[in-house]
């Protein structure tokens, strides 16, 4: 059961259609900040490899997860 519509919930490494659809969404945007273009093929590769390792570390909410990985992000 999904604790939320924007926060993903695993159970022993298995994502859930929704969770995924939430990934791609977080995904999509990064790529809209980034201007990755889907010729960007190795660049949308490495951003979706550090997408799971980040939801793999714990972070689930959308939000945290575009923060996590924005560009804009304060550091």
């Known amino acids: 059961m999904r604790a939320s519509t ?3 919930v695993r159970y022993s490494g298995v994502y859930e259609p929704a969770d995924l659809a939430l990934l791609q969404q977080v995904f999509g945007q990064l790529c809209e900040e980034r201007r990755l273009a889907k010729k960007d093929r190795e660049q949308r590769e490495f951003l979706a490899m550090e997408l799971f390792q980040v939801c ?3 972070t689930h909410d959308e939000a945290d997860l575009l923060r996590a990985l924005s560009k804009h992000r304060r550091q």
Do not use: E
Request: glycine share 16%.
């Open 6 to 8: 924007n926060v993903i």
């Open 56 to 58: 793999d570390d714990g």
